[in-house]
Structure formats: C-alpha cells, structure tokens
C-alpha cells in the first residue's frame, strides 16, 4: 500500500527532496564555476599588466618597440578572454540543459502519479457506486418483504377482533385475541417505522413560517406531553424557512416523542427555533430528561440501538436519514441525568 504523507505519496516527497537537492548542488556548482571565471579573468589581467610594464628585449639585444608590445598582449587578452566566456556559455547551456531535463523527469513523474492516483480512485468510486447500488436493491426489496407483510397482519388482526368481540367465547379466549391485537399492532407500526427509514424522498422546498408552522406541530403533540406531565416551551425566532414541510414534520414529532419518552414527569422539553446567519435556521429540541450515556452518544442514529428494555428503535435513524436526503445537518449533546439537545441547522432561510 502506496504511503501518504500530507496528500503527497511517499515517493513524491522523495523525488522532491532529490530535485529540490540536485537544484541547490547544480547552483552551487555554477556559483563556483562562475566565481573560478572571474579569478583567472583577475589573474590575466594582472599578468598581462606586468608584461605591458616591463621591457621586453629580444636575444638580440633590441629593445621591443612599447607599440607594438602592446598591441599584441591586449590580441592576447581578447583571445584568452574569448576562450573564457566561450567556456563560460557552455558550462551555463550545459547546467540549464541538465536542469530542464530534471525539471522534465520531476514533472513526468508527478504527472504519471496524477494519472496513477485518479484511475485508482475512479476504481474506488465505480466499486462505491456499485456497493451502493446493491445496498439499494438490498432495501428495496427489504421494503417490498415489509410491505407485503402488513396485509396478512391486517387479516390476523382482523379474526382476533372478531374472537375478542364475540361474548360467545370465554374470557381467556377472548383476553388472548387482544393480546394478538396488541402484538399485530405493534408489529405494523415497527413494520410502518421500517419502510420509512428505507423510503427515498426527494425534498419539494418551499417557504416555511416558522411561528406559523412551529405552532402547529406544537398544537398536534401536547395533549400527550400534558397527559404525561412533561412541560412543553417554545422559543421560536419569526423568520421564512425555505424547507420540505412534510419532512421537517417527520423530524421534530420524532425528536419531540423521543424526548417525551425519556423525560420525567415535572420536567421541561424545548423546542426552539433562531437564524444561525443571515442564509440558515437552526432547529433544536432540548429536554431535562435522563440523558445519553457517552458510550451510547455515537451509535444512536443506527437502526434499532437499544437503551435498556425500552429501546431507542427507528426512530432517530428516520430522522437522520431525513436530514441528510433534505441536505441539513445534525448533531447531538447530551449528558447522562442533565437532558439532550438535538440540533437541526443548515436550513435555508428567505428573510430574517
């Protein structure tokens, strides 16, 4: 497996560092090419200097005429110089040709690890998109099963209402005809729960009052909060939320049963609403009941985690499958025998 260090592989970093090391050397060398140029440049001119100072004299005896003495050390100096910049322009086209053929190498092989890392991950995502693909077929036909289960449930519940009412039977036959009843309705209504958690909704948005609507969704589940003694508060912020009703339905009667469920007599739920921004609204439903323990805390959106005999069930799977289909986000804090907040922000918002 190709090691990664940042978002670079391993091989990267190293073929970097030796770019990076044979650029620094290749420029020292040229430094020092360019500095050996200039010192014998120094020394000829000097030497040079010395011969035009100085009488030169044939075997003869003859004194050199200084004229032409000098014009044919400076021929000297032009050629020895013409020599030394010719040297000098090929060790530079020598050092730049070798450092664009690095340059080349270096970006070759980052190139093909381009190549390399996107046909990998274009695997990866064609075996996602598969997996996915089978997972959906999956509860497809988990749904189907589920489905075609209730209509028998609804025949069995039928006859055992049809035992219980007749006054014919005896008591115990017609105490077990209810308990049939009782045990048909609550297998259809987890059978309900399930092809909810499995049906796709494609959200339809539109403009949400939120006094307006809050309100009501407040109007449909106190009855059972004041049946149970729990207190039911608001703290609603007017503003238009821009949201699929029907589903922020679905998600605050879940948050609020499931907060009524787990908070005791005497104490507090809250369901608040605030713009979080100028572009979202945040959703939270609060409760001073008994908490989540924190080793519990991160599986409690899974189907079917329980919570001692009473269970937490579908039901905070449902709402986070609704959340993420409806693209807003979700996010839990809960402390054990201190109350939960379950917070429901990114919704879009008209005006504030």
Known sequence: MERHIGKYSLPGWICAGFFIALLL???????????AQRNCKKSIDIAIQHLIDDTIVSNSGAEIDPESQKRLLLK??????????????????????FLFGCSAIFFLFFAWSYFIRNKELGRRLDLALSRREEVDELGLAAAGLAHETKNPLGVIRGLAQNIANKLDNSEETRRKARDIMEETDLTTARLGDFLSYARFRSPTPEDVNSVEYLERIISLIEDDFKNSGVELNSEITPLTMIADSDMLSQVLMNLLTNSLRFTKKGEMVTL????AGSQFATLAVTDTGSGIDSKMLPNIFKPYVTKGAGGYGIGLAIVKRIVEQAGWKISVKSKPEKGTTITISKIAVRDI
């Open 25 to 35: 050397s290749m420029t020292y060398e040229l430094l020092l090419s360019s500095s």
């Open 76 to 97: 000297f100096h032009k050629y020895a110089n013409d020599d030394l910049n010719s040297l000098g322009n090929r060790t530079t086209l020598i050092t730049y040709l």
């Open 272 to 275: 608040s609403c605030n713009s």
